[in-house]
C-alpha cells in the first residue's frame, strides 16, 4: 500500500497547470505533463503527449470545468484541442522544481557576470573575480529574484555587501556627456536619480545645461534610451502648452466705427461706387452748412 500511495503522489508531481486570462476575470486553466510544454513548442511529440486530460477547466484544483458556451465567448471555438493550442502558445505554464533551479541557476551565473563588468575592489581597483563574487553572495545570505532585472538585482547585491561591510566596491562607470535645455532639467535629474548614475561635472553653455554623467558598462544603453524619450516627451508637452497658449489668447477688440466702414465699403464695392468720395462730400457738406 506505502508504494501505491508513493507512485500516486510522484505521478501528481509531474503533473502542472497551464492558466491563461482572457479579459479581466475569466482563467482557464489545462492540465500538462512536466517537461512537456517546450518539447510541443519545438515540434517534437503531439498535443496527446502533453495534455494529461483533454479538458479545459475554469479552476483545475477543484475539478471545475468551462462550458462550451464560455470557450467559445473567450476563445471563439469549443474545440479542446483547438483551445488547448492557443493556451499552450499565450498561456504561463507552471514549472516545476528542476526547472525553477535551473532558470535561478541561469540567472544567478548572469548576475555574477554583470557585477564582474560593472563592479571592482575599491581597494586594488581592479575587478572582482567570478569566484569572489560567489563567495560574497553566500556570506551576504543574498536571495535572487529571477522576475527581475539584473541591473535591479546586482543594485541590491551590492547594497547588501556594503551594509554588511564584507568588501569596500565600487562602480566602474563610463562616463558620457549629455546637454539638454534648462527646461528638461527636472525629468533629467530624477532619470539619473532613478538609475542611480554620478554627476561629474556640471556647465551652462547659452540656454543649454551640459552634465558628464557616469553610468555603469551595462547600463549606458539604457541611460541614453530613457534620455532620449525623456527629452521628447518634454518637447511634446512643451508644444502643447504653447498651443493651448495661442488658443486661449483674447481676440482682438472690435472697433464699431471700422466695422461699419469696412460693411459699407463691401456694399459699395458690389454696386461699383467709391465711398471715400461720397463720404468726404457730405461732410464737407456739413462743414458748409455750419458756416
Given at each position: 500500500m506505502p508504494r501505491k500511495d508513493g507512485k500516486r503522489n510522484q505521478k501528481k508531481m509531474h503533473q502542472l497547470v497551464v492558466r491563461h486570462k482572457v479579459g479581466k476575470k475569466n482563467m482557464f486553466e489545462i492540465m500538462v505533463n512536466a517537461g512537456m510544454v517546450d518539447k510541443y513548442k519545438k515540434g517534437l511529440i503531439p498535443l496527446s503527449e502533453v495534455l494529461v486530460?483533454?479538458?479545459?477547466?475554469?479552476?483545475?484544483?477543484?475539478?471545475?470545468?468551462?462550458?462550451?458556451?464560455?470557450?467559445s465567448a473567450a476563445f471563439g471555438t469549443a474545440n479542446i484541442d483547438a483551445v488547448a493550442k492557443i493556451?499552450?502558445?499565450?498561456?504561463?505554464?507552471?514549472?516545476?522544481?528542476?526547472?525553477?533551479?535551473?532558470?535561478?541557476?541561469?540567472?544567478?551565473?548572469?548576475?555574477?557576470?554583470?557585477?564582474?563588468?560593472?563592479?571592482?575592489?575599491?581597494?586594488?581597483?581592479?575587478?572582482?573575480?567570478?569566484?569572489?563574487?560567489?563567495?560574497?553572495?553566500?556570506?551576504?545570505?543574498?536571495?535572487?529574484?529571477?522576475a527581475n532585472s539584473l541591473s535591479t538585482e546586482s543594485r541590491k547585491f551590492i547594497?547588501?555587501?556594503?551594509?554588511?561591510?564584507?568588501?569596500?566596491?565600487?562602480?566602474?562607470?563610463?562616463?558620457?556627456?549629455?546637454?539638454?535645455?534648462?527646461?528638461?532639467?527636472g525629468p533629467v535629474y530624477s532619470l539619473i536619480e532613478k538609475m542611480e548614475c554620478s554627476i561629474h561635472s556640471r556647465s551652462r553653455a547659452d540656454d543649454f545645461f551640459v552634465l558628464k554623467v557616469g553610468c555603469l558598462n551595462g547600463e549606458l544603453d539604457d541611460f541614453i534610451k530613457a534620455f532620449n524619450k525623456a527629452a521628447g516627451e518634454e518637447m511634446k508637452k512643451t508644444k502643447k502648452l504653447r498651443k493651448v497658449s495661442r488658443r486661449q489668447k483674447a481676440p482682438p477688440e472690435k472697433n464699431e466705427h471700422e466695422d461699419a466702414s469696412n460693411r459699407t465699403r463691401r456694399s459699395s464695392h458690389r454696386n461699383g461706387t467709391d465711398v471715400k468720395q461720397k463720404t468726404t462730400t457730405r461732410r464737407t457738406g456739413r462743414k458748409k452748412k455750419r458756416a
Open positions: 486530460v483533454p479538458l479545459v477547466f475554469k479552476n483545475a484544483r477543484k475539478a471545475e470545468q468551462a462550458t462550451p458556451k464560455e470557450l493556451m499552450l502558445e499565450k498561456g504561463g505554464a507552471q514549472k516545476n522544481s528542476t526547472e525553477r533551479k535551473g532558470d535561478t541557476e541561469t540567472k544567478m551565473r548572469a548576475l555574477c557576470e554583470y557585477v564582474h563588468k560593472n563592479f571592482r575592489d575599491a581597494r586594488n581597483k581592479l575587478p572582482l573575480s567570478m569566484v569572489r563574487i560567489r563567495e560574497l553572495i553566500r556570506q551576504s545570505g543574498f536571495s535572487m529574484n529571477t547594497t547588501l555587501v556594503k551594509k554588511k561591510a564584507l568588501q569596500p566596491i565600487v562602480r566602474n562607470e563610463i562616463v558620457t556627456e549629455i546637454k539638454f535645455p534648462l527646461r528638461q532639467m
